[in-house]
């Protein structure tokens, strides 16, 4: 089963611009965490939110977490070329044993 | 600390063969984890196991799948008379506690 779906799957800015993408699970969580694929790489572990914080910084990454909403969001400001990858939330519910993921959001960034 | 290392990283096989890919934990890590991800695809949970224990195999395929995580030696995910359908990256991940996970580079299985 999927416990979370990214939001927009596919996602094209310019560099300087900001990127949003957008994170919806099922059932209750511990915490969220934030991940990224460079393509043919293994997933970087990103950012990691607890369900009684609401909003949390690392660097040009911003976190929001909306616990009645199911719902969470990735800022990345001031896009660079590297920065494009595939981004995925993942969370396990409170009952689970492993960290489920969604189907990711492809950012690409052209400079 | 070296991270979670994964081999091998591409294997080919042809219909009917077994694969076996191996993972190596972090240091001090003692819960493993493998996912599948297939081509423009999210990852897949198939099993976690933590040392001589599996604890969640409800991601894996009734036949043909087996992983092991002994008290000496790396984790393996076992995958006996391999179909095209196989055919996908897998990923180890390694944690020393509930939290975050850490991955290898995976291992790209081809069947031919």
């Known amino acids: 089963s999927q416990q979370g779906e990214e939001d927009p799957q596919a996602l094209s800015i310019q560099e300087g611009e900001n990127a949003t993408m957008n994170c919806s699970y099922k059932?209750?969580?511990?915490?969220l965490q934030w991940y990224r694929q460079n393509s043919g790489r293994g997933l970087v572990h990103l950012i990691l939110i607890r369900s009684n914080e609401r909003e949390k910084h690392s660097g040009r990454l911003r976190v929001t977490l909306d616990t009645s909403k199911k719902s969470s969001s990735l800022l990345i400001t001031a896009s660079r070329a590297a920065d494009t990858a595939s981004y995925f939330c993942?969370?396990?519910?409170?009952?689970?044993?492993?960290?489920?993921f969604g189907k990711g959001t492809t950012l690409s960034v052209s400079s | 600390n070296a991270g979670v290392m994964q081999n091998p990283r591409h294997l080919v096989r042809r219909r009917g063969q077994e694969a076996r890919l191996r993972c190596s934990p972090m240091?001090?890590?003692?819960?493993v984890y493998w996912y599948r991800q297939l081509p423009e695809e999210g990852l897949k949970f198939m099993v976690y196991l933590q040392k001589e224990n599996i604890i969640d195999e409800s991601g894996m395929p009734k036949e043909r799948f087996s992983a092991e995580f002994p008290k000496e030696g790396p984790s393996i995910l076992r995958i006996q008379q391999v179909v095209r359908g196989d055919s996908a990256a897998y990923f180890c991940?390694?944690?020393?506690?509930?939290?975050?996970?850490?991955f290898g580079e995976g291992s790209w299985l081809t069947v031919v």
């Open positions: 993942a969370s396990r519910d409170q009952a689970g044993t492993a960290l489920i």
């Open positions: 240091k001090g890590h003692s819960h």
């Open positions: 059932t209750s969580i511990n915490n």
């Open positions: 991940a390694s944690s020393p506690g509930p939290d975050t996970i850490y």
